[in-house]
Every structure is written in structure tokens, then in C-alpha cells.
């Protein structure tokens, strides 16, 4: 399971005062509200950095970091990614999963059978649908309904589905 999960990606500074503008990666930007500290991704180190003050504008959320102070420090960060600890994760609901946890886990049929990998997960606002790469190198998309998936055990790595008629041939 992952430790670290990424929220947001500096686009770039933002005024004078060491404010920067970041794309939010998490489904709920207001969410950087309630966060004290968030790890910047430097590409050799991450590094804690404590949130000072929070705006929410358009798309994109400000942030001001207590360590820094002028535009001139903040300059370096653009496109670095910010993430937070699993500790810091929303809590999740009864059969809700991070997306992070998915990714590289074993998919079998029902049957026993293995069908392949969750290679990604595609967010449709009605439902997520899962894009698995078969052992035969094929994708398949499984709508993520209880009447395809079965069950998900993260901590093992494995998923069970049922295949819907139509959705592909064996």
C-alpha cells in the first residue's frame, strides 16, 4: 500500500510574499483547508513544508508556506509535486479505495482464473471504471459496480471480478 499520496503539483509562484499556485491532484481541493503540512517532491528529497494560509482561486489553490517569505525561494518549485501521509488521507467509506492502492493489483475472474492487472482507474463522475491490462495483453474496462467487482483486498493485492456479458470475450 502506498505511504505517500500526491494532492497537488506547484504550477508556479504567485505574488510577491512566497505564495505559490498549485493544480490539485486530490478530488477535494478545499480539503488543503484542514492540512498543517504537506511534503514537497524536490526530485532527490522530500521536504516538510508547514501551510500558513490557503486561497481558493478558479481551479487552483494558493498556498503560503511558513518557511518561506519572497518569491525569490519559491521560484524552484514549479512543477515540483506536493504529497501528503497516509495518516493525513481522507477517511474512506465502507469499499472506497485510494486509487493509489489499486494500481498493480492482481485481477482474477470469479472462476479462479487470473484476468491480469489494474493498470488504471478512469473517474467518470457516475462511476469509476477500471482499466485492467489482460494477461494476454489486451485491456478490458470493468465498471466499478458490486455487480462486477466482487471483492478488493488491497493489503493482499488481488481483486475479484465478474465479467458483465459484453464486456469481452474469452
Request: aromatic fraction near 8%.
Amino acid at each position: 500500500m502506498e505511504v505517500f499520496f500526491k494532492v497537488g503539483v506547484i504550477t508556479s509562484p504567485h505574488g510577491i510574499r512566497g505564495e505559490v499556485k498549485v493544480f490539485p491532484t486530490t478530488d477535494d481541493p478545499a480539503r488543503f483547508k484542514k492540512l498543517k503540512e504537506v511534503f514537497l517532491d524536490t526530485g532527490k528529497e522530500r521536504i516538510v513544508l508547514h501551510i500558513a494560509q490557503v486561497k481558493l482561486f478558479k481551479q487552483f489553490v494558493i498556498l503560503k508556506f511558513r518557511e518561506y517569505d519572497s518569491i525569490n525561494e519559491v521560484e524552484n518549485f514549479r512543477k515540483k509535486e506536493l504529497w501528503i501521509s497516509r495518516s493525513q488521507a481522507v477517511p474512506l467509506q465502507k469499499d472506497e479505495y485510494f486509487i493509489a492502492d489499486l494500481i498493480g493489483i492482481s485481477v482474477e475472474l470469479e472462476d479462479g482464473r487470473m484476468l491480469g492487472v489494474l493498470k488504471d482507474v478512469i473517474q467518470t463522475g457516475a462511476n469509476d471504471v477500471y482499466v485492467v491490462e489482460c494477461t494476454d495483453g489486451r485491456e478490458v474496462m470493468i465498471p466499478a459496480i458490486k455487480d462486477c467487482i466482487l471483492s478488493v483486498d488491497v493489503e493482499e493485492g488481488r481483486m475479484v471480478v465478474h465479467l458483465l456479458k459484453g464486456l469481452m470475450e474469452l
